[in-house]
């Protein structure tokens, strides 16, 4: 167990809808970030926050937006959904403040399909 | 820009056989590389990490991995697999300094442990 918490586990949806996954970072730590993971593109990062303020953006979607909340846990919102979506969208995170190279902890994903 | 090159997408090997997993990584500033390794339906589990220091690093499970800076490669090793590390295993390589720890991982590499 990692220490880092996403749900849902698993959700189906339809074309055009909304979602929300949802993360709880370990203990401590100060910085969420998403990935989404995909048989045809693998593992991409999506965004970074740190302490509530976005630090780094990768190949997030305009139509994916995020947060990070004061108590720290952080929301991936994906609308008009598109079949394409379907994916394994992780959550992770870790402290910078151990030091360079710390280690990136993540959860065990939340399974996203769009029908 | 950072990039890993992970050579083979699919390793096929018998039980107590030794395995190596290539990585090749490409960036323009120092690197820390790091080894995670994903068991079905599960999250991604750190092996190891190579920061600085002495170019053979050991990690969990009996893995290790050994840096080379001119070759620009990052292979993993195990000596003697168990059924049990049948996984796909993720290079990765983050540029540290400041906040900004992203990781940008390889395509995968799944190994298969046939009795």
């Known amino acids: 167990d990692s220490g880092v918490t996403q749900t849902p586990k698993h959700l189906i949806t339809a074309t055009g809808q909304r979602v929300t996954l949802r993360c709880s970072p370990r203990?401590?730590?100060?910085?969420v970030y998403w990935y989404q993971q995909s048989l045809d593109q693998g593992l991409q990062f999506l965004i970074q926050?740190?302490?509530?303020?976005?630090?780094a953006k990768g190949n997030i979607l305009e139509r994916f937006s995020a947060q990070q909340f004061p108590d720290l846990h952080s929301e991936l919102n994906l609308s008009s959904l598109e079949l394409g979506d379907s994916a394994l969208y992780f959550c992770a995170s870790s402290d910078p403040t151990g030091g360079v190279g710390n280690t990136i902890y993540f959860g065990e994903g939340s399974w996203l399909t769009v029908v | 820009a950072q990039s890993v090159t992970q050579l083979d997408s699919q390793v096929p090997v018998f039980e107590e056989a030794p395995v190596e997993l290539r990585c090749n990584y490409s960036?323009?500033?120092?690197?820390?590389l790091f080894w995670y390794v994903q068991y079905p339906n599960q999250g991604l589990q750190l092996l190891l990490k190579?920061?600085?220091?002495?170019?053979l690093v050991k990690g969990i499970n009996g893995f290790e991995a050994e840096f080379n800076k001119s070759q620009t490669s990052f292979h993993l090793r195990k000596p003697s697999v168990h059924i049990s590390d049948t996984a796909e295993y993720f290079c990765a390589v983050s540029g540290g300094g400041g906040s900004n720890y992203k990781l940008t991982f390889g395509k995968g590499t799944l190994l298969t442990v046939n009795p």
């Open positions: 190579y920061l600085s220091g002495s170019t």
């Open positions: 203990s401590g730590d100060l910085s």
């Open positions: 926050y740190y302490n509530g303020e976005e630090r």
């Open positions: 960036s323009s500033v120092s690197v820390y």
